[in-house]
């Protein structure tokens, strides 16, 4: 995780724009979306926290369109490639597959917070799908350092 929130907005557009061409799922089928190993790591500052979890989907394609909670101002949604971050308008959910928030890639960034998460505690984390609408799932707060490794497998 990069500190550099400021130089974030510039990539905004540019990333929004890349992720036009996956739109039309021919298959018709309903996505059935499930989220797992949600949790966010205790901060270091009140700030801003990060997010990760992991969408399974035994169905068509769906779309993360957006997230909110009411601990945040605002929940932004980054990639990670190659280290460095960047801020995603939206995230494509694979038909029959899986859309991954880990530790070096995909995360959430909980901004503006109105209070800072401490371990053992939970958040109320809302996932906006475009097609499955809205999920909300309570985000277990885990120490700093968490890192799950269960989720070698697939
Ligand atoms: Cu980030």
Redesign the pocket.
């Given at each position: 995780?990069?500190r550099t929130p400021l130089v974030l907005g510039a990539t905004v557009l540019a990333a929004g724009l890349a992720l036009t061409a996956c739109g039309s799922d021919s298959s018709g089928d309903t996505p059935e979306v499930k989220v797992q190993d949600a949790f966010i790591p205790e901060p270091a500052s009140g700030d801003m926290a990060?997010g990760f979890f992991i969408v399974h989907n035994g169905g068509g394609a769906d779309t993360l369109d957006s997230v909110s909670s009411d601990i945040a101002g605002q929940v932004t949604l980054?990639s990670?490639k190659n280290g460095v971050?960047k801020e995603q308008k939206s995230f494509a959910v694979p038909a029959n597959g899986e859309l991954d928030f880990e530790r070096g890639g995909n995360?959430l960034?909980f901004e503006n917070l109105k209070r800072k998460p401490k371990e053992g505690g939970k958040v109320s984390v809302k996932l906006h799908f475009a097609k499955s609408g809205t999920v909300t799932v309570a985000f277990p707060v885990k120490a700093a350092t968490y890192n799950p490794t269960s989720h070698a497998s697939h």
């Open positions: 995780m990069r990060a980054h990670t971050m995360h960034m």
